[in-house]
């Protein structure tokens, strides 16, 4: 059973991004980029399936730019077999992206397609469940846990308030949460080897897909500053203060 795993490159989550003075986007020249974190513990969770004897191939996906190839390495030092580079200087949106998917996944025929539940650049929380619905397969997203059996997945999901465990039939799109795994740190040796592994490329052409983007950012903002806090003297004062200042209560 093949699995195919999607990686997006994103600014590393340690970088703090400002937004560009025209308000038009983020400002991320020069800035650390990284596989989405979402998307490393969609490749761990791959690779121990692999380990498991259940998954015999794991297949790493991006889509993006000659750069991605990096977060492609690092997925197959984390243990992905091989590599598909969708490579486009176009801006990607979720829809795009989810199409690409579907045509690798109609060339490869995954049983199961992983991704992150979010990328933490564009925090669209769409790709998986567009992927699914374009490709009429059923999904689990937000899961905390895989397990693979009799052509079906049983998957734990994070909801609101606590668990929820379902089963769906595969193939399926699984879309992962904080707690399903914690990736494995790359070894040298795993990057070495890495090395060797094949990245195969295509662009969206090749896939006969139109990425061209169908949303229009208007405008992208700083929240607002925090003001500075005051000391209060009593529990009364500060009463007054909620109900009557900040009229919270
Ligand atoms: P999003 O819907 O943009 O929040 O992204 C959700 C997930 O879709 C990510 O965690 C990735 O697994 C996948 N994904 C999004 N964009 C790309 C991309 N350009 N290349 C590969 N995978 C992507």
């Known amino acids: ?27 991320i020249a020069n800035v650390k980029m990284s596989m989405n974190p979402f998307d490393e513990i969609a490749v761990e969770e ?15 996906v991006s889509c ?6 990096e977060t492609l390495r690092t997925a197959m030092a984390i243990g992905a077999d091989r590599a598909i580079l969708v490579e486009t200087a176009e801006e990607l949106q979720p829809l ?15 049983q199961l397609v992983i991704l992150g539940k979010q990328a933490i650049d564009d925090d669209a929380n769409q790709t998986g469940q567009m992927l699914a619905a374009l ?23 994070e ?26 740190y790359v070894t ?19 896939l006969g897909v139109d990425v061209a983007p169908r949303l229009k950012t208007l405008k992208v903002s700083e929240p607002p500053k925090r003001s500075a806090g005051i000391k ?3 529990v009364a004062e500060l009463v007054d203060k909620l109900k009557n200042v900040s009229k919270v209560i």
Do not use: C, H
């Open 1 to 27: 059973m093949k699995a195919l795993v999607a990686v997006k490159r994103v600014v590393d989550f340690n970088v703090k991004v400002r937004v560009k003075a025209d308000g038009t986007g983020m400002d």
């Open 46 to 60: 791959a690779v121990r399936l692999k380990e498991k004897g259940v998954v015999t191939e794991v297949i790493a």
């Open 64 to 69: 993006g730019t000659t750069a991605s190839q």
């Open 96 to 110: 795009a992206v989810a199409k690409l998917l579907k045509a690798v996944a109609d060339k490869e025929q995954p």
């Open 135 to 157: 490709a009429n397969w059923p999904q689990a997203t937000f899961a905390s846990k895989v397990e693979l059996a009799d052509g079906k997945a049983t998957v734990t999901r």
């Open 159 to 184: 909801v609101d308030g606590g668990l929820e465990t379902i089963a769906i039939n595969l193939p399926a799109v699984v879309t992962t949460d904080l707690r399903l795994n914690e990736p494995r």
């Open 188 to 206: 040298l040796p795993n990057i070495m080897k890495a090395k060797k592994k094949e990245i195969t490329t295509m662009t969206p052409a090749d």
């Open 232 to 234: 209060v003297g009593s």
